[in-house]
């Protein structure tokens, strides 16, 4: 009844910028908090940003300072604005919402099925 898609990785140069999307569609009622998690090769999935319906935002400390998570709630969209890349953010990325769906109102946690970054030396 829902889906996650992500859009925007790729390779880019050690320094660089991209900014990620996660367009959120389907039945649902509400979206509350939304988050961007990574997961390397060989490595457990990380919290790398998140922000509540109310605009607070949460940063892992390896993020703060290089990247900015915001949303357009009209878009049912969550953006991460990644700068000043390093060879570590490589990862495949992947958006996580906290949704409330239609005519039930349960909650549940939902997943995209994330997107490649690559950041080369």
């Known amino acids: 009844q829902v889906q996650l898609v992500e859009s925007g990785g790729g390779l880019v140069q050690a320094g660089g910028s991209l900014r990620l999307s996660c367009a959120a569609s389907?039945?649902?009622?509400?979206?509350?908090?939304l988050g961007w998690y990574r997961q390397a090769p060989g490595q457990q999935r990380e919290l790398v940003a998140v922000i509540t319906s109310g605009g607070s935002t949460n940063y892992a400390d390896s993020a703060k300072d290089r990247f900015t998570i915001s949303r357009d709630n009209a878009k049912n969209t969550v953006y991460l604005q990644m700068n000043s890349l390093k060879p570590e953010d490589t990862a495949v990325y992947y958006c996580n919402a906290d949704i409330t769906y239609r005519w039930s109102y349960k909650r549940s946690d939902c997943w995209g099925l994330g997107t490649q970054v690559t950041v080369s030396s």
């Open positions: 389907g039945s649902f009622f509400s979206i509350n908090a």
